[in-house]
């Protein structure tokens, strides 16, 4: 039997995303992620701040497509959804709860939920203007404090 002479498919080894910095910045909501904020409101039965903290994580190089992707967890927690931009990738969170349950919560990428890769980060809590900042004595954020922040398009770019 003779042996193929067809070229063989090189299966590229995918090695995790390099991250290098981690900031959370508050920003104006969309359209669509107050579409969101309402579903949250009402499955959860409380009053949240309207405002998008975008998660931006810097990463050295953004990685190649491959056929398995990386996942991104926050310690156990895998986040089910991030994109990218210029610099990295990011995650958006619409509670600010997040941050209180997951305060110092390491970022971590795994191919399969089992074995991980540890970033060295971990996550921070937000940053809001120190103008946009809402006394602790009010529950909720104005709408105009939050038509202060900046346009998520300017806090990606």
């Known amino acids: 039997m003779k042996a ?3 070229p063989k498919a090189i299966v590229k080894a995918s090695t995790a995303p390099k991250a290098i910095a981690v900031e959370v910045v508050a920003a104006q909501a969309t359209e669509a992620d107050s ?17 998008a903290y975008v998660v931006r994580i810097r990463l ?4 190649e497509a491959t056929s398995q992707g990386w996942a991104l967890y926050v310690d156990k ?5 991030y994109w990218t ?3 990295g990738i990011y995650f958006k969170v619409f509670d600010p709860q997040f941050f209180i349950d997951h305060k110092g919560g390491k970022l971590r990428f795994s191919q399969n939920g089992t074995n991980f890769v ?7 809590a937000p940053k809001v203007p120190k103008d ?12 105009r404090a939050a038509a202060r922040l900046p346009l998520q398009d300017d806090v990606l770019n």
């Not at 579409?35 to 405002?51: F, H, I, R």
């Not at 050295?60 to 990685?63: D, E, I, R, T």
């Open 132 to 143: 946009l900042a809402v006394p602790k004595v009010q529950k909720k954020k104005s709408s």
């Open 60 to 63: 050295n190089a953004l990685p």
């Open 77 to 81: 927690l895998r986040i089910p959804k």
């Open 35 to 51: 579409a969101m904020v309402a579903q949250l409101e009402s499955s959860q039965g409380k009053s949240l701040p309207g405002v």
């Open 4 to 6: 193929s002479t067809a």
């Open 85 to 87: 931009y210029r610099q």
């Open 118 to 124: 540890d970033t060295g980060l971990k996550l921070v």
